[in-house]
Nanobody, 127 residues
Framework: QLQLVESGGGLVQPGGSLRLSCAAS????????IGWFRQAPGKERERISC????????NYADSVKGRFTISRDNAKNTVYLQMNSLKSEDTAVYYC????????????????????WGQGTLVTVSS
């Protein structure tokens, strides 16, 4: 069974940091492009970052550029999202998703190119 499991969410104060993990099981992430998405209450889901399987090409939404860093460790079959300088508006459920035909670039492909989704992890930024 193909599965992605996110972890690392929690409550953090504004200005703080968290590192989210997205661990794959049942398949190898090497040839998958991975996206990190988030959905805040009452808002549409947005893609905030992605990383390619080959070459490690990355992309960030303007809302997180300079504060978040995506990385992958293929040996651990895991993708990470380091989140620094967190703001209250970063509060959301964060999801990772993977697709072999999902091309990571400025353009956000349709969800149909994502084959596997995680269950999400809640990040709350509050004092």
């Amino acid at each position: 069974q193909l599965q992605l499991v996110e972890s690392g969410g929690g409550l953090v104060q504004p200005g703080g940091s968290l590192r989210l993990s997205c661990a794959a099981s049942g398949f190898t992430l090497d040839y998958y492009d991975i996206g990190w998405f988030r959905q805040a209450p009452g808002k549409e889901r947005e893609r905030i970052s992605c990383i390619s399987g080959i070459g490690g090409r990355t992309n960030y939404a303007d809302s997180v550029k300079g504060r978040f860093t995506i990385s992958r460790d293929n040996a651990k079959n895991t993708v990470y999202l380091q989140m620094n300088s967190l703001k209250s508006e970063d509060t959301a459920v964060y999801y990772c998703a993977a697709g072999r035909s999902y091309y990571c670039s400025d353009y956000v492909p349709a969800d149909r190119y994502l084959e596997v989704w995680g269950q999400g992890t809640l990040v709350t930024v509050s004092s």
